[in-house]
């Protein structure tokens, strides 16, 4: 002990928080010790020297924001929000990687605790800190007044050699450079080694001279040990504005271990038992008590709660004096900050009227987005290097941009100037990162962001849209050319098997439209969806405008199916059930089949999600389980509509790849047409009467 007290403070704390995390991960016996070893001093020093946070109050809008994107080092995480103060009890560190604990082995968003986005597959939290650091620079440009800097915080984050080496982690870099964030931070732990091998054996580039042709700034601190130049470092990051940092910071990995410092063993293994003995004795630790937290380590970090709370009170007064200020200004903010819609806010959204030859929902999506845009301020995207394809551009409404890079009349840019208040994110071809970034932009209460691509490209952003949906977070997909039917550039990018795919991620609602007005309820749906992200799946093709007089209301798709057209008081024979274009189709060969004295019901069934959220009553008064005669059309694989048509039922599908050639010609192709429509209705009914 006499060691111990002898250490300095700072050294304590350090070791306090190594401990804390192998112990953790021993009494798992499952875990990345690795990390937290060779990581916790540049962690220590960002935490207590820099870190804007206030461990009472996690959702505090004006704190600086920390994304731990070497999410396998979570119980790094778990030290740091534990030791400084947030509301994570010393039982739930104990409890790390068991059920029901809130210390999952990979961070998941818990704002409560101070977890800021779901982390683990690598990059993804790379590209959450830029969407984070494009919202604090969006905010500050729309709110902030001289004399009232109300959005004033820096986004930092921890990344590994992983981050670095996904594709992802190079397309956010790449765009973040480009934007010039200067107030985006991020540590690297530059200790040379991944799950299974050095370094050595595949990733030698110069990363530091990789970064900086994207355009950031980049330090080399060659001892992960040494606090002084890690404080220097970050104090140099925060002094440059122009530019993200990123600090490469060589550390060890398993530091202290003495058999596994260095080895791929300490990232993804427990020490063992006799190891962590070793690592205590070698770092000067008790070694017999497990969880020991010394008496001046917890003083010195407790300080981070007064601390925090004087900051946040300040932001408070300061925060009123604005509102008393700038009213309008002030009022705007408070509605977004806590997350309410605008009222009245979709009072421009238009009712289309009927049209036989209609418009492509991708372009009644556009209209739309043009409707209510105006009136909510946080709805903030862009599409990937796609605007004139998806009809995503907000117009009049500016380019998200450092204004140093408007040179004249650039082309592609948006009516509106170039700033960072612009709402248009040119994301360039870069999905995957799009995907990532959103949901950064999302964290932030109030920001509703969007992306827009082809649905077959949805295959690049899949990783980020299955966090979204496990994040709880709004992001709003547009996804466009949702079929065969977009002809001509053929089976590379006609989607077929991506609606099933979709659907496949739990808490996602994927709404596929059928017309423009109900393209139109299920942006409405979109919007009003705090919780979940929605995915919209939109034509290339013209579709027909419904008569509404005739047809049901469009507003069924906020219940995900509907009786579009029915029976004259008369149990149906057969239920024909369509998404999207194919709804047409079934109108069509409703009336074909009626011709014939065959009792058909009409179902537009636009999204499974909200259609399973309804009670069991509704869905049953929607699809008879007494009519077993079903058929189902939708241009994409029949996988999941078993469920719909029943083991009576039938589909109309695509089981293979698309072909090249005009729409209407592969739709013929394929089947989906009038006639053929008809024909497999009257082969269900008779093979049901048999």
Not at 60 to 74: E, T
Not at 278 to 303: D, G, M, R
Not at 377 to 400: C, I, M, R, Y
Not at 506 to 515: A, E, S, T, W, Y
Request: hydrophobic share 35%; net charge negative; charged share 20%.
């Amino acid at each position: 002990m006499k060691q111990l007290e002898s250490a300095s403070l700072d050294e304590l704390c350090i070791n306090t928080i190594r401990m804390l995390s192998i112990d953790a991960v021993q009494k798992a016996n499952s875990g990345h010790p690795g990390l937290p070893l060779d990581a916790a001093p540049m962690a220590y020093v960002l935490w207590m020297r820099y870190l804007k946070h206030n461990p009472s109050n996690p959702e505090w809008y004006d704190r600086d924001r920390f994304v731990l994107s070497a999410g396998h080092g979570s119980m790094l995480l778990y030290s740091l929000l534990h030791l400084t103060g947030y509301p994570l009890s010393i039982e739930q560190i104990k409890q790390f990687r068991q059920w029901g604990s809130v210390t999952p082995g990979h961070p998941e968003r818990n704002l409560k605790i101070g977890v800021e986005v779901t982390t683990g597959p690598l990059g993804q939290g790379f590209g959450n800190g830029v969407g984070m650091a494009i919202a604090e620079a969006y905010l500050a440009k729309r709110y902030n007044r001289p004399d009232f800097k109300i959005i004033d915080h820096f986004t930092y984050g921890l990344v590994s050699d992983g981050d670095l080496m996904e594709g992802i982690g190079s397309e956010a870099a790449s765009l973040a450079g480009h934007l010039k964030l200067g107030k985006l931070i991020y540590l690297y732990d530059n200790n040379h080694m991944t799950l299974s091998e050095s370094t050595q054996l595949s990733f030698t580039e110069d990363r530091a001279k990789r970064f900086a042709a994207y355009g950031w700034h980049t330090q080399v601190i060659e001892d992960g040990n040494d606090l002084n130049a890690i404080d220097h470092a970050l104090q140099l990051a925060r002094e440059e504005t122009e530019r993200p940092s990123l600090i490469l910071v060589r550390t060890h990995i398993g530091y202290g271990s003495p058999h596994k410092h260095d080895t791929f063993e300490a990232h993804g293994s427990p020490l063992g038992e006799e190891e962590v003995k070793l690592t205590k004795q070698n770092l000067n630790w008790p070694v017999e008590t497990s969880f020991y937290i010394p008496k001046e380590a917890e003083e010195h970090f407790h300080q981070s709660i007064d601390r925090g709370k004087k900051t946040e009170e300040a932001w408070n007064d300061k925060l009123a004096a604005y509102e008393k200020e700038y009213p309008e200004l002030g009022k705007e903010f408070h509605q977004l900050v806590t997350g309410k819609l605008t009222p009245g806010w979709n009072k421009n959204i238009p009712e289309f009227s009927p049209n036989t030859k209609g418009m492509s929902t991708r372009v009644a999506s556009g209209k739309v987005m043009q409707a209510f845009n105006p009136n909510l301020p946080g709805f903030v995207g862009g599409s990937a290097d796609l605007n004139p394809s998806t009809h995503t551009e907000l117009k009049n409404f500016g380019n998200f941009e450092n204004p140093s890079m408007a040179v004249g009349d650039i082309q592609g840019s948006v009516e509106g100037g170039w700033s960072y208040s612009g709402r248009n994110l040119h994301y360039g071809v870069r999905e995957h990162a799009m995907g990532a970034i959103s949901n950064g932009l999302a964290t932030f209460k109030g920001i509703i962001p969007f992306t827009a691509t082809f649905l077959v490209f949805s295959d690049y952003m899949r990783p980020p849209i299955r966090l979204a949906a496990l994040s709880k977070l709004q992001v709003i997909y547009v996804f466009t050319h949702d079929s065969i039917g977009l002809g001509e550039d053929g089976p590379t990018h006609q989607p077929v098997e991506h609606l099933a795919n979709l659907r496949a991620i739990p808490r996602l609602i994927v709404i596929r439209p059928g017309d423009a007005n109900e393209t139109a309820v299920a942006w409405q749906v979109a919007i009003e969806t705090r919780h979940s992200p929605v995915a919209l799946i939109l034509t290339r093709q013209n579709v027909s405008t419904l008569d509404r007089k005739q047809f049901a209301s469009a507003k069924g798709v906020r219940r995900g199916a509907y009786i579009l057209s029915d029976t004259s008081n008369a149990k149906p024979s057969l239920i024909l059930i369509a998404t999207g274009s194919e709804v047409d189709l079934i109108i069509a060969a409703q009336k074909k089949l009626q011709q014939r004295n065959i009792l058909v019901r009409v179902v537009s069934m636009p999204s499974w999600e909200l259609f399973e959220a309804q009670s069991q009553e509704y869905r049953d008064s929607v699809l008879p389980p007494t009519v077993s005669a079903r058929l189902a059309v939708e241009a994409g694989i029949s996988q999941g509509w078993e469920r719909y048509v029943g083991d009576q039922g039938d589909m109309i599908s695509v089981e293979d790849f698309g072909a090249s050639a005009p729409g209407e010609v592969v739709m013929s192709e394929y089947g989906f047409t009038v006639e053929n429509v008809c024909k497999r209705a009257i082969a269900l009914l008779k093979r049901n009467k048999r």
